[in-house]
């Protein structure tokens, strides 16, 4: 369903983007009459999703009413599950924090064992702010794996054991909604409405044990078709045709750049490395060998960019997950290749640069998700007319 211009939708839009303060500001910018507007804004002050205040600058005469989101009475959750972590935070329709949580949690443990916790977790976070569990409204999940966006259903993630197909959303029942996505679209998402949003179009690119991309076009997420687009830790680099990937094939750029490969080739050398993590601390110990390797993945990654720099035409890249925690030694790698393989116009504007939302990524950005689904025109017209 297309909403009609200056629906209540459009015309929450307009004030949770600030765009309009006033319903003077309304009227102008939808070219709607006066009673109209009127009509629109009561809808919504009646399902308390805005509020009118006093407090309005005087221009003379009698100060104008100002319009805002309503900020309390509901709530929305961005949920962040890694391999073997947790994290939530619980945030108001602004999009700001209003209390957050951490914890280890195995992936592995299973779908009903993990949701268990997270909604134990969520009962815990509003108590905390003192909101009851009706007030959820929306609840965003980012996981490690590929999912059907349109049901939420993971789709043969390989670290997720017992997930496959397993549909996330009606664990929670009917009360909240529940979008799930896969944890590097989210981490590009909340990336970028928090450190880049005037940037039209980015690349989020994570580099953990394995290696994803999130696309952010004209300022929003491109899935693809099936909601595979980004997948770029399987796209094929020259010269390490007996490097033996997990999806079948050989020379996947995850077999020979990610967290796992480097601790394979470490291992090798004989140092102790299992993940990612242990790479950084080695790195951050000064062990030569970790630098140089990390430096090389970097090359390799940078190899894989430049093609998509050339196709995409990003204005930014970011670089985040656990290997962003040596970040100079992999940024020197990535923008080494970039800059001499991608074509000048593409990268003349172009800045690659490490994430500055850092760990809250996930979290934040499935949180956001779940906000902008409530407060689409589409959803907010459903709720008004309801
Ligand atoms: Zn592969």
Redesign the pocket.
Known sequence: MTPQPGSAGDVLTLISAGSATTRSDLARLTGLARSTISQRVDALIERGLVEETESGESTGGRPPRQLRLHTEDHAFAGVDLGATHCRVALMDISGNVLAECEDGLLIGEGPEQVLAHVSQRLDHLLDQVGRPRVALRAVGIGVPGPVEFATGRPNNPPIMPGWNDYPIPEYFGGGVEVLVDNDVNVMALGEHRNAFPGTSHLLFVKVGTGIGCGIMAEGKLHRGAQGSAGDI??IRVSGHEDAG?????SA?L??VAGGAAIARRLTELGLAAESGADVVALVQSGNTQALRLVREAGRLIGEVLASLVNFFNPEVIVIGGALSRVHEHLLAGIRETVYRRSLPLATHHLSITRSRTGINAAALGAGILAIEHYLSPDNINRIVNA
């Open positions: 830790g399987h990937c997990r999806c079948g094939n996947c995850e077999a």
